[in-house]
């Protein structure tokens, strides 16, 4: 079966230091894994997806199939920065199956 | 504003009531989907319909009902509401079913509180 684990509820860095959310999966198939971001206040939005190879607000996550990880880095936290992260896998062509969530807390 | 639009925003109402969300998409996409997300933040998928037929139904009492009048609109209906219903309820679209095109736009959330 499909699934997403963050084990991380809450994260807290200080305000330039690294940070690394942990996102891995269990999929038979190929997987298509994204990361959302809910900012306070605001709706859920895409943050990047792996497919992409994309940097997003300094944000990067490489798919690690060896290991099934999609861990989302950025080399130094920015205040705003502080959000809830959702990592998600798309199976089945448009089911997706979202993570519990990790809370960023990025503090001055 | 192209968006996915939710009403209400808040919703509080009594056990054993029947209450419904509505929600509408004008981005021209196929696919709608339900989330609730309960009180610890995690985020689990309802129902998805596909140019107004339902394609994902998972493991929801029945007492939910989803109803897509046109592509544009998924609403939700609740019957009987019980407190565990409370919780907050997302909407979602995205461009196609299938289409390799997985992207989904989220509405801001309707909070639903049952007393």
């Known amino acids: 079966a499909q699934r997403v684990t963050q084990p991380e509820k809450l994260l807290s860095v200080f305000k330039g230091a690294p940070v690394e959310l942990k996102c891995n999966y269990s999929?038979?198939?190929?997987?298509?894994l994204f990361w959302y971001v809910q900012y306070s206040r605001q709706r859920l939005q895409l943050l990047l997806r792996h497919i992409s190879r994309e940097s997003i607000k300094g944000f990067t996550a490489d798919l690690n199939k060896g290991e099934t990880s999609f861990h989302l880095k950025k080399p130094f936290a920015q205040e705003e920065d502080s959000a809830m992260y959702y990592c998600?896998?798309?199976?089945?062509?448009?089911?997706?199956?979202f993570g519990s969530g990790t809370k960023l807390n990025v503090k001055p | 504003d192209t968006a996915v639009s939710q009403t209400p925003k808040y919703l509080v109402t009594q056990m054993g009531n029947d209450k419904s969300i509505k929600c509408e998409q004008n981005?021209?996409?196929?696919?709608m989907y339900w989330y609730k997300q309960d009180s610890k933040k995690f985020l689990k998928i309802m129902f998805s319909?596909?140019?107004?037929?339902l394609i994902i139904n998972e493991t929801v009492p029945n007492r939910f009902s989803p109803k897509s009048p046109d592509k544009a609109h998924l609403n939700l209906h609740i019957n009987s509401l019980e407190l565990g219903d409370s919780a907050v309820y997302f909407c979602?679209?995205?461009?196609?079913w299938g289409s390799g095109v997985y992207e989904q736009f989220f509405g801001p959330g309707t909070r639903l509180t049952v007393l």
């Open positions: 998600a896998l798309v199976y089945n062509f448009n089911k997706f199956y």
């Open positions: 979602a679209s995205s461009p196609h």
């Open positions: 319909y596909n140019n107004k037929e």
């Open positions: 999929y038979s198939g190929s997987p298509e």
């Open positions: 981005l021209g996409h196929d696919t």
